[in-house]
């Protein structure tokens, strides 16, 4: 019996190729250390940084941390692993500087409008600012950074799951969003 040596050193896109055939999850710990490495040279908060990856925020809470009175996660998917692989420090760090249009931002911020969310507790929640954030909506905005487009996607994905407040500026909830349209 003739063995054969592997003169290509192994990849971790290797590896995960290997997963993917044998299983739909892989070991955390090298994304786990990835993801923090992406953190660190965006700036980003986790949600930000999770919307940027298209992984959901959930997912790389558990990987850091762990779900609430459990210890962190010890298997990822190929899906996440991959999305994790596909960014480096340093692009994640040029991409948030990055102009871009605010056109999806403005249509997420007409939607949260819609729901019954305030600009006031949108910027508060998101940590935008109240100018900043009417502009995106009222379309007088036209580019911004990616960081800031960011903050609007993690903003409207949090926004998502919750019902807006029923009792704050209850005759002035519809008015924004109708406000910033006629101007649009």
Do not use: K, Y
Not at 35 to 54: F, I, N, R
Not at 64 to 93: K, N, Y
Not at 110 to 129: F, H, N, R, S
């Amino acid at each position: 019996m003739t063995t054969t040596t592997r003169t290509e050193p192994i990849t971790v896109d290797h590896l995960l190729q290997q997963a993917a055939a044998t299983a739909d999850w892989v070991d955390a710990a090298p994304f786990r250390a990835q993801l923090l490495l992406l953190l660190e040279a965006s700036g980003l908060t986790l949600p930000q940084l999770a919307a940027h990856l298209g992984i959901s925020p959930a997912t790389c809470q558990n990987l850091l941390v762990g779900r609430p009175g459990q210890q962190r996660i010890r298997r990822i998917s190929v899906q996440d692993a991959s999305a994790l692989l596909r960014h480096t420090p340093d692009g994640v760090a040029e991409a948030v500087r990055r102009q871009v249009s605010t056109h999806d931002a403005q249509r997420m911020v007409l939607a949260m409008l819609d729901q019954g969310w305030t600009l006031e507790l949108l910027a508060e929640v998101g940590g935008i600012g109240l100018s900043t954030l009417s502009r995106i909506g009222d379309g007088t905005l036209r580019r911004c950074t990616n960081r800031l487009d960011l903050a609007v996607r993690a903003l409207h994905r949090w926004s998502e799951g919750r019902a807006a407040p029923t009792l704050l500026h209850a005759t002035r909830r519809a008015a924004p969003a109708a406000r910033l349209r006629r101007a649009a």
